[in-house]
């Protein structure tokens, strides 16, 4: 068992910052890959950034060079650090886990970012 909570959203002009927060509590040493999605109204939840055991990474073509996630352990929340914002980078944001040997979807509760122009 795995629970996500996410935290760090909020109200930012474009251009702006914001890091995400996801802390990570229970049976840690059995994720093998976390990741950020984001899901605006009406349209299919995307991935944004996902990273594994390993350190591996992967981004959305769109967040590319402006968006970081970083390693996560039994002591540090998984970060999604957040620059250049821009208007389109406006939904809710959920943290993901894939855990275990069939690899089973944990998800977070969202966190909501709003980017103004």
């Known amino acids: 068992q795995v629970a996500l909570v996410e935290s760090g959203g909020g109200l930012v002009q474009a251009g702006g910052s914001l890091r995400l927060s996801c802390a990570v509590s229970?049976?840690?040493?059995?994720?093998?890959?976390m990741g950020w999605y984001r899901q605006a109204l009406g349209k299919q939840r995307e991935l944004v950034a996902v990273?594994?055991?390993?350190?591996?990474?992967n981004y959305a073509d769109s967040v590319k060079g402006r968006f970081t996630i970083s390693r996560y352990n039994a002591k540090n929340p998984v970060y999604l650090q957040m620059n250049s914002l821009k208007p389109e980078d406006t939904p809710v944001y959920y943290c993901?886990?894939?855990?275990?040997?069939?690899?089973?979807?944990?998800w977070g509760q969202g966190t909501q970012v709003t980017v103004s122009s």
């Open positions: 229970g049976s840690i040493f059995s994720i093998n890959a």
């Open positions: 990273i594994t055991s390993g350190g591996s990474t």
């Open positions: 993901n886990a894939n855990v275990g040997g069939l690899g089973m979807a944990y």
